[in-house]
T-cell receptor, first 114, second 112 residues
Framework: AQTVTQSQPEMSVQEAETVTLSCTYD???????LFWYKQPPSRQMILVIR??????QNATENRFSVNFQKAAKSFSLKISDSQLGDAAMYFC???????????FGKGTRLSVIA | DAGITQSPRHKVTETGTPVTLRCHQT?????MYWYRQDPGHGLRLIHY???????DKGEVSDGYSVSRSKTEDFLLTLESATSSQTSVYFC???????????FGPGTRLLVL
């Protein structure tokens, strides 16, 4: 079975600093998407960023970027200039195999310290 | 925001009673999903649908059934609710299974 591992249950960062959340996964597929979702206290699941595995360039969305290392099956999320509104649970996800539903990691709870 | 609604948003029920949760979309996406979220487990897939009357089981399908008679509606039924089914339930949609999923606001269910 495919798995997604987020090894950091909790992390904290000072406001305006940079933090990196880690995610590793296991797949035999060669072409797939990877996702980071954010869940603030409101519980709404929000897509943060998406990476296509066949693209060598790391995806970037404003202050959010990924460090995608395909060979190592690693997909980390970097948040720059952290803001209080970034405090949330963050989940990484990817499809189990081929065109199948996403499998989610257990999440990392990020706290932002003012 | 993707047009996804869930009803009810909150429900308290008693053990042994049937419960139906509804997910409604206005995006005409083919795939619809039901997840449950529990502390320490992240999101776990219960069932999903890839078209009208086409459904499949997920990781934690025992005790749950689903139906999809229209593209826009996906129903999750707990035939006889148990306390272990106390959870937050999320519906999601996507155009393809392996691509971006968009989530509804969630339903908090408490089974006493």
């Amino acid at each position: 079975a495919q798995t997604v591992t987020q090894s950091q249950p909790e992390m904290s960062v000072q406001e305006a600093e940079t933090v990196t959340l880690s995610c590793t996964y296991d797949t035999s597929e060669s072409d797939y998407y990877l996702f980071w979702y954010k869940q603030p206290p409101s519980r709404q699941m929000i897509l943060v960023i998406r990476q296509e595995a066949y693209k060598q360039q790391n995806a970037t969305e404003n202050r959010f970027s990924v460090n995608f290392q395909k060979a190592a099956k690693s997909f980390s999320l970097k948040i720059s200039d952290s803001q209080l509104g970034d405090a949330a649970m963050y989940f990484c996800a990817f499809p189990d195999s081929g065109n199948t539903p996403l499998v989610f990691g257990k999440g990392t709870r990020l706290s932002v310290i003012a | 925001d993707a047009g996804i609604t869930q009803s009810p948003r909150h429900k308290v029920t008693e053990t042994g009673t049937p419960v139906t949760l509804r997910c409604h979309q206005t995006e005409n996406h083919r795939y619809m999903y039901w997840y449950r979220q529990d502390p320490g487990h992240g999101l776990r897939l219960i069932h999903y649908s890839y078209g009208v009357k086409d459904t499949d089981k997920g990781e934690v399908s025992d005790g749950y059934s689903v139906s999809r008679s229209k593209t826009e509606d996906f129903l999750l039924t707990l035939e006889s609710a148990t306390s272990s089914q106390t959870s937050v339930y999320f519906c999601a949609i996507s155009e393809f299974a392996s691509q971006t999923q968009y989530f509804g606001p969630g339903t908090r269910l408490l089974v006493l």
